[in-house]
């Protein structure tokens, strides 16, 4: 299948050769640009460099590219996964991964460790508070810095040659300009986004596991599942 994956630009340059790996091709649309801002960026970097976090925790790869490289020295870092850890470990930052694709799955992951300590979180300009209250109700410090901003870039999405679209987060759902049409399959990279998009209306006939790979595999059990097979 061509399947339209929703992205920021510039975060799409793996996404070819691991749904060809899956046997399907891709292309990008763009319902959302980020504006990064710098001011924030340079607060967390020297925050980091005074030794104000026990750990960092990155939610995404985003934030990870801009900031490793600017980082002096580092605490305990966790990635939320394999394609947030490979930007730290581009620019030699050691780092944990989750086991999911989920923040809400960060604080069971430390466990009691995270009990007093001071946990740098730089993100997105988008709302997460079980994530905060969730480091606050384990004992935790969260210390957030709202390091970019997601703005919608009010294009169209051009899906005239999609066999499928693949919508990446519930932010990109839900400031898409698109219109369904019959034959068109509607997929979720996971459940926070199916239940965004379930919410909008839009019932997604594929639900992932937050992960690329891992959707894609949830794309060829569906196919199986209707008899067709994938090259």
């Not at 793996?14 to 980020?34: N, Q």
């Not at 780092?95 to 923040?103: A, I, N, P, Q, R």
């Not at 004992?139 to 040659?161: H, K, M, N, Q």
Request: hydrophobic share 40%.
């Amino acid at each position: 299948m061509k399947i339209a994956v929703t992205r920021l630009a510039g975060k799409e340059k793996s996404d070819a050769g691991r749904c060809a790996a899956s046997g399907h091709s891709c292309y990008s649309v763009h319902p959302l640009r980020s504006a990064i801002r710098e001011d924030s960026i340079a607060a967390f970097v020297n925050a980091a460099d005074r030794g104000e976090f026990d750990c960092i925790f990155f939610t995404s790869a985003l934030p990870a590219k801009i900031i490793a490289p600017r980082l002096n020295r580092f605490p305990r870092v966790v990635a939320i996964g394999p394609q947030t850890a490979t930007e730290l470990r581009r620019h030699d930052v050691d780092c944990e991964v989750l086991t999911s694709f989920y923040s809400r799955d960060f604080v069971p992951y430390l466990g009691e460790w995270i009990r007093g300590r001071h946990i740098g979180i730089p993100r997105a300009d988008v709302p997460n508070p079980g994530l905060m209250d969730a480091i606050s109700d384990a004992g935790g410090i969260p210390v957030e810095f709202r390091c970019y901003s997601l703005e919608p870039t009010g294009d169209d999405l051009d899906l005239a040659g999609a066999d499928a679209i693949l919508f990446t987060s519930a932010m990109s759902f839900k400031k898409a300009v698109w219109t369904p049409r019959p034959g068109l399959l509607i997929m979720a990279i996971g459940e926070i986004t199916a239940d965004a998009m379930r919410t909008g209306g839009t019932d997604p006939a594929v639900v992932g596991d937050g992960s690329l790979e891992g959707t894609l595999g949830a794309l060829n059990a569906y196919l199986a599942g209707r008899g067709e097979q994938v090259s």
